[in-house]
């Protein structure tokens, strides 16, 4: 994904907080989309993508290709979630979902090694084919349903039942949903908590309206 154009990213820790959690519901968005339309985005799932692979990466911004607005649907449904704006709940659920997802993750080592071998060879992948390419997602998809799923604690997506059962989307839904919990494990890298956003729901607003929309 080609980043255009580079901008710093933010220094505060709850602003780089807020930005990876834009992330999560950046994911968390892609996958009510597709479950209910069959499109999502296109941006915003490079985006994801991107970040999924991006496990080495030379800057906080490198993560998300270098400009906040790669997040501005995540940006945009969290800054509603944060002033109760939304009206759809499955999003709500899928992101906070997540959160609790990566919670489990960090508990058990044993899967954490699994994921960053794995995601090595996907890498592979993605520098042969492309990173959205279906082969890439195909194993992104397939490593969350051998990793992440495996949890008593499942995330069930809602949706038409037709779309969900097309042509890789099961796989692409699987992909949103890493890399969700990704952008989770960057949150909580931050500081980010979740006895915290209660706490901070006024700062975390006010990082979230900082990042213009250019």
């Excluded at 890439?136 to 779309?163: E, H, K, M, N």
Aim: net charge positive; proline share 3%; with cysteine.
């Amino acid at each position: 994904m080609t980043p255009t154009p580079i901008q710093s990213a933010p220094q505060s820790a709850v602003a780089r907080q807020a930005l990876a959690l834009a992330g999560v519901f950046q994911a968390a968005a892609v996958v009510d989309e597709m479950a209910r339309t069959g499109q999502c985005d296109e941006r915003a799932w490079n985006t994801l993508i991107h970040a999924t692979l991006e496990t080495n990466p030379e800057s906080f911004a490198a993560i998300y290709g270098g400009h906040h607005n790669n997040l501005r649907l995540g940006i945009d449904t969290l800054s509603a979630v944060m002033d109760r704006q939304r009206n759809d709940p499955a999003v709500m659920r899928y992101g906070f979902s997540l959160v609790l997802l990566m919670q489990k993750l960090r508990k058990d080592d044993a899967m954490l090694a699994s994921l960053g071998e794995r995601l090595g060879r996907v890498q592979g992948q993605a520098q042969h084919f492309g990173e959205t390419h279906e082969n890439v997602i195909a194993s992104l998809g397939q490593l969350y349903q051998d990793t992440l799923s495996t949890f008593r604690y499942r995330i069930v997506v809602q949706g038409d039942p037709s779309l969900l059962q097309s042509r890789m989307m099961p796989e692409r839904v699987r992909a949103a949903l890493l890399t969700g919990v990704r952008f989770a494990l960057l949150w909580h890298q931050q500081g980010g908590r979740r006895w915290k956003l209660l706490l901070q729901r006024q700062s975390i607003k006010k990082s979230l309206n900082a990042l213009d929309d250019r």
